[in-house]
């Protein structure tokens, strides 16, 4: 298989559009044919925006949203090719060119992709396939309806005339797109493609070493740029050594970045999406210019964020619990009486770190500016927001600017921000020469958009028959900016077990922040379900209740509970705890040995509904080892590609126990502490378990797997340390010290 570029062949034809604007949020498709004029036997046809057929039968499709790993790339053309009725092994994917007005939104995040594309993809390529059935239908003067397909090829049936693909594609520059709201999606009985396991279409590059990451692009001339920041967020530069670090061999410029104005409040209204302030420096190769670097001898000025600290945080929640919080975000019944009145109530304060993305490619990009345009190549999950901030902080017109979408290696939300999209552009320009900007290890994790920390402080009351009746929690988080609460440190008023408890008070208080955040895959969700799933299996215990066995019964007996957008189906919930009880056993935890326990968590977050298990054993010097988890998902009736589904939810539970067993960003005199990974360690293959998977296929349409799997992996986890140890883990991380016999 060839991998050269064909997606010229799709930009610049003259083509004739007709844009048909269907599905949830506006989602745009771009049906366009080559015309007369070009038309000629010995090249690709495009039959529309995202569609390629070239003479041999060999079909290109452009996939629309940037792959960081979660396989987009892959599962998206595969419902076009599935509708178009072609051969997967007839496929080509290359990326689309960023380009909102045919594609709509080109994103990776919220495991989106998914709902979004679900049923507009497909109907791209039926589109595609019943254009090519009218052009076989007019050269065999009969109606559409007298052919059908079969991968690559029209039939017609009458008479069993064949006609490939390849052979058609030219004559569809005369064929009028039909209307895809009116064209016939297949029976999933029918399918070939979708619901298959399919491997990666990037994995032979990427084992080979091919050039697809951001990190490995390359423009004639090009130079190489390191951008030194404050340690403190959003410090400005008070003095540096320029001319030492020029004198550096191969160093080639070295210069002072004021920052822009709304660096530290952008649109969001929080400090870090912007380019902030700096010194780069720029040479002919990248250890030339961290040598350069290294003699800078910045100074830095002083800043507010310097007298912050996670130290002065945790005190902070502590007062603020201790008096009447900001803000009420729910009261349903009455919380205090119903504590006063209850057979016995619980009280308990759960806290969770900062966490870095520790995307395994450190942030990156190549930028060129020419001829008063720009053209940046930039492993971003949010290609279109870069691109505007492009625009606004170099003064440039949006439309001077392309930006073109390579793999990331690594994602997890931290790409959604385009920082270090606006530093290259910045440097590129100042340079005057194409620069590639590398962040070291310590800048990616020391200039992180961080999962924010938070604090829980529950209370909970029982009555007579072990039934939840009452739950309180004062929510302590982070504010910044003009926003109510920082970055992904916000929580839904909605947050389970909200409506399935009769007196419930969620209270939010909040503390200033000068420390970036942002999403970290599952935003939000991978910090709450510890601390309400925690607090819930509490809750069993002091009930001298089976936990899973109580949160089915608080679940109730209702298939859904609220109105959409927020409603709960809490029939999907019950079904999943079901299922993920059979598969592991649960009825014959009691056997386990001394030292091993498990431990049951569920969730609801990015449409998807999952419950797992944990199965855990810890030494008497506190080590936890975790042995297996058990996963129950419901994520509709169709999983699209079973081999990324399966990749998705192993990755997203082995993430979540790195997460809970080792780390943590610290603040300290407004900077983080941490700096690489000797200080902020991932999970080792050694550490890893086993994940078995369950998909319940059920009546609804499919929704994405990149992040629902995680957030129930981290309370399975605690609740089955305490199982193990009658030790119950408040705190994240887990530390040997918390667990020592």
Not at 161 to 186: H, Q
Not at 411 to 432: C, H, P, Q, S, T
Not at 606 to 631: C, D
Not at 682 to 687: A, C, K, T, V
């Amino acid at each position: 298989m060839t991998f050269h570029d064909q997606t010229s062949a799709v930009r610049g034809a003259n083509r004739r559009e007709i844009l048909t604007s269907v599905g949830a949020g506006g989602f745009t498709l771009a049906f366009s044919m080559a015309s007369r004029a070009e038309a000629q036997d010995d090249v690709a046809k495009p039959l529309n925006a995202y569609v390629t057929v070239a003479p041999n039968g060999q079909v290109t499709i452009l996939a629309k949203s940037p792959d960081v790993g979660q396989g987009v790339k892959t599962m998206l053309p595969m419902l076009i090719a599935e509708e178009l009725d072609v051969a997967w092994e007839d496929v080509r994917i290359e990326m689309a060119p960023n380009d909102p007005k045919t594609y709509g939104r080109q994103f990776a995040g919220g495991s989106m992709a998914t709902p979004m594309h679900w049923e507009d993809l497909r109907r791209v390529g039926a589109v595609a396939r019943a254009m090519l059935i009218q052009a076989a239908a007019t050269a065999w003067n009969c109606g559409p309806g007298d052919c059908t397909t079969v991968p690559g090829e029209v039939i017609h049936k009458p008479s069993g005339k064949k006609r490939t693909y390849g052979s058609l594609a030219m004559a569809c520059a005369n064929v009028t797109p039909p209307d895809p709201k009116t064209v016939a999606l297949k029976d999933a009985k029918d399918y070939r493609i979708v619901g298959k396991p399919v491997v990666q279409y990037d994995t032979a590059r990427i084992v080979t070493g091919q050039p697809l990451f951001g990190i490995d692009q390359r423009r004639p001339g090009m130079l190489y740029a390191t951008y030194v920041k404050a340690p403190v967020f959003g410090a400005k530069v008070a003095s540096a050594d320029l001319e030492a670090a020029k004198a550096v061999k191969g160093v080639k410029a070295a210069f002072i970045v004021a920052g822009a104005d709304d660096a530290f409040a952008p649109a969001g209204g929080h400090i870090g999406q912007g380019l902030m302030p700096g010194v780069a420096v720029v040479a002919d190769n990248w250890w030339a210019a961290k040598k350069g670097r290294d003699k800078l001898n910045v100074k830095w000025a002083e800043h507010p964020t310097g007298a912050q600290s996670s130290k002065g945080y945790a005190e902070q929640a502590a007062a603020l619990n201790a008096g009447k919080p900001l803000r009420n975000a729910r009261n349903d019944g009455d919380v205090d009486a119903a504590l006063k009145g209850a057979a016995k109530t619980v009280e308990a304060a759960y806290a969770y770190p900062f966490l870095s993305h520790a995307n395994l490619e450190p942030q990156n990009c190549t930028a060129e500016f020419k001829d008063g345009k720009l053209e940046v190549w930039a492993p971003t999950q949010f290609p279109e927001p870069g691109r505007q901030l492009c625009a606004k902080t170099l003064g440039m017109k949006p439309e001077d600017i392309t930006v073109n979408m390579v793999r990331g290696g690594g994602g997890f939300g931290r790409r959604l921000a385009n920082d270090y999209m606006v530093e290259a552009a910045w440097i590129a320009r100042e340079a005057k020469a194409p620069v590639k900007l590398v962040w070291t290890r310590e800048d990616d994790m020391q200039h992180d958009h961080y999962r924010p920390a938070g604090f829980h402080f529950f209370k909970g009351g029982l009555d007579a028959q072990g039934n939840l009746t009452a739950l309180q929690d004062h929510f302590v988080t982070f504010a910044s900016g003009t926003g109510p609460t920082a970055p992904s440190a916000g929580m839904s008023a909605a947050e389970f077990p909200a409506r399935f408890v009769p007196n419930l008070r969620y209270d939010v208080s909040t503390i200033p922040l000068g420390v970036p955040t942002g999403p970290l895959r599952a935003p939000g969700s991978n910090a709450l379900a510890f601390a309400f799933q925690s607090f819930i299996d509490e809750m069993a215990h002091a009930a001298g209740a089976d936990p899973l066995a109580f949160q089915i019964k608080l679940l109730g007996d209702k298939d859904v509970v609220g109105e959409a957008p927020a409603a709960y189906a809490a029939g999907r919930m019950r079904g999943v705890l079901k299922a993920v009880g059979e598969m592991s056993g649960w009825a014959n935890r009691g056997k386990l040995p001394k030292g091993e326990g498990m431990g049951v968590a569920c969730y609801y977050s990015h449409q998807g509904y999952f419950a797992e298990v944990a199965h855990v054993a810890v030494s008497a010097e506190g080590a936890v080892k975790a042995k297996k988890v058990w996963v129950a998902a419901d994520v509709g009736r169709q999983i699209i590609n079973p081999h990324g589904a399966l990749n998705q939810v192993q990755g997203s539970v082995l993430d979540g126990i790195s997460e809970a067993l080792h780390q943590q960003i610290t603040i300290a005199n407004g900077a983080a502490e941490q700096s690489n990974f000797t200080d902020y360690p991932l999970m080792r293959i050694s550490e890893a378990c086993p994940v078995e998977v369950k998909f319940l296929k059920t009546e609804f349409n499919p929704t994405g797997l990149g992040e629902p799997a995680l957030p129930p992996a981290i309370p399975a986890l605690t609740n089955a340390i305490f199982a193990a140890t009658g030790k119950r883990v408040r705190s994240l991380p887990i530390t040997p010290d918390m667990l020592k016999a």
